[in-house]
């Protein structure tokens, strides 16, 4: 079906609260510098159930989805790089590559045209601008990436929204550095496990209230924290044995504003203070600019990523397939037409990612 059959299959997302919707459709022609894509795997993204629940507001109707892996069906010109039966995955972002912001201040994530994948109308170009249907129309300004044959398609398919966006998120960190605390151990949590293991920082302590999730963190190269009240006091005892005067970073990647007092406390003067997680408006910090001076700290924000993470998140995940258990991350894949089943399962939070086959 997909290509041979010349139509595409689409879920149609109209809005929170209203039934999906499937579709064929035919195939686009597509525009000079366009590339299209037979999506072969889909991973549910947090960001995805906001938007299902109306956390957040997009353009309705769309086609969901932003993380994925496909092969090439066909290319516009001007993309040399890049040929049909390529299998490849993208930036979850299209932009200008002209404008001050993709230019000049190297956020090409932020750029004043920005595109994202999985949050448009379907009126917006082709319509196939999601993951969640057996096509994904990819425009001229997305970095697609080829992927090599060792990782399987549920290793990569979340590398362009949560890996990509750890590699920047720990490209920010000082050096030397020798300790750091993660708080959290979701998906991103673990990416930082393993990207700060393999680089050789020598205490990764990773804080998480999940039992679940603690007995993952040292499968990915991190020390786990209890972080549960009644058991956090004596887990952190750990992170103070050997970092006695703080340790030198703190990735904040739960989401939850009521951990950076505590982030705070446990850097050393001079240390750095990654803000990954708290992507919502519920943020509001417990924090004194004098902490801030008086410790000479660093705090910075990190939202998405720019072309060059995605090239080295992809690069780590073959330098690491093999030492890391990317698989037990991603649930068995649930097929395209029962996209609403593997939603509930995704809701459910018992996968940091919930996959989808979408090849029908
Ligand atoms: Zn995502
Ligand atoms: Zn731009």
Redesign the pocket.
Known sequence: MGNSSQRAFVQIFDGPGQALRTEWWPLPEIGAGDVLVEVQLATICGSDLHTIAGHRQEPTPSILGHEGVGRVVSVGNERRTITPGDRVTWSIAD?????????ETHL?QK????FKYGHAAITDGSGLNGCYASHIVLRR?THIVKVPDLLPDNVVAPANCALATMVNAVSRLPDPCRSVVIQGGGLLGLYACALLHERGVEHVFCVEVSEQRLKQIGLFGGIPVDGRPGHYLQSRAAITAVAQYGVDAVIEVAGVAALVPEGIRLLRPGGFYGLVGMVHPHTQLDLTGEQIIRKCLTIYGVHNYAPWHLDRAIQFLEQTVRKYPYPVLVSPPFPLTELDSAIQVAQAKDWHRVSVRTQI
């Open positions: 932009s200008c590559g002209t404008c001050p912001l993709c230019t090409p750029c004043r045209s920005l300004g």
